[in-house]
């Protein structure tokens, strides 16, 4: 409710939150700073500055540097994908598997002549 409130308190003098970014983390606390359209930092516990982005649909920013404090793995979607697809496979793969085609002989006559 009152991050509602000043959502509107911003629109109603003509001020938006452009971002909200996070700033530090000291002892286990993330904390952040609103950054306004008329060049206005201001300080801001992490839990109300995301709040309130979440209901201006403004970005959240964090440094790479408190990511890693944090050790938070930043994961890139589809690598991520492929690795859940290789342990899927190896989690089914057999022996058998690596046997080759029906019959024994190799695709396309690659074996050697003497």
Same mark, same amino acid.
């Given at each position: 409710?009152?991050?509602?409130?000043?959502?509107?308190?911003?629109? @109603?003098?003509? +001020? *938006? $939150?452009?971002? =909200?970014? !996070? %700033?530090?983390?000291?002892?286990?606390?993330?904390?952040?700073?609103?950054?306004?359209?008329?060049?206005?930092?201001?300080?801001?516990?992490?839990?109300?500055?995301?709040?309130?982005?979440?209901?201006?649909?403004?970005?959240?920013?964090?440094? @790479?540097?408190? +990511? *890693? $404090?944090?050790? =938070?793995? !930043? %994961?890139?979607?589809?690598?991520?994908?492929?690795?859940?697809?290789?342990?899927?496979?190896?989690?089914?793969?057999?022996?058998?598997?690596?046997?080759?085609?029906?019959?024994?002989?190799?695709?396309?006559?690659?074996?050697?002549?003497?």
């Amino acid at each position: 409710m009152t991050h509602d409130l000043l959502r509107d308190v911003l629109g @109603a003098v003509g +001020v *938006a $939150l452009e971002r =909200v970014d !996070i %700033v530090a983390l000291e002892g286990g606390i993330y904390f952040a700073e609103l950054v306004l359209s008329n060049g206005v930092h201001l300080d801001s516990r992490a839990s109300d500055a995301i709040a309130l982005a979440v209901r201006t649909g403004s970005p959240v920013l964090c440094s @790479a540097e408190i +990511v *890693a $404090l944090a050790g =938070v793995e !930043i %994961v890139d979607v589809d690598q991520q994908a492929e690795v859940e697809r290789f342990r899927d496979f190896l989690d089914h793969v057999t022996p058998e598997d690596f046997l080759g085609p029906p019959g024994g002989g190799t695709q396309g006559g690659g074996g050697r002549t003497g």
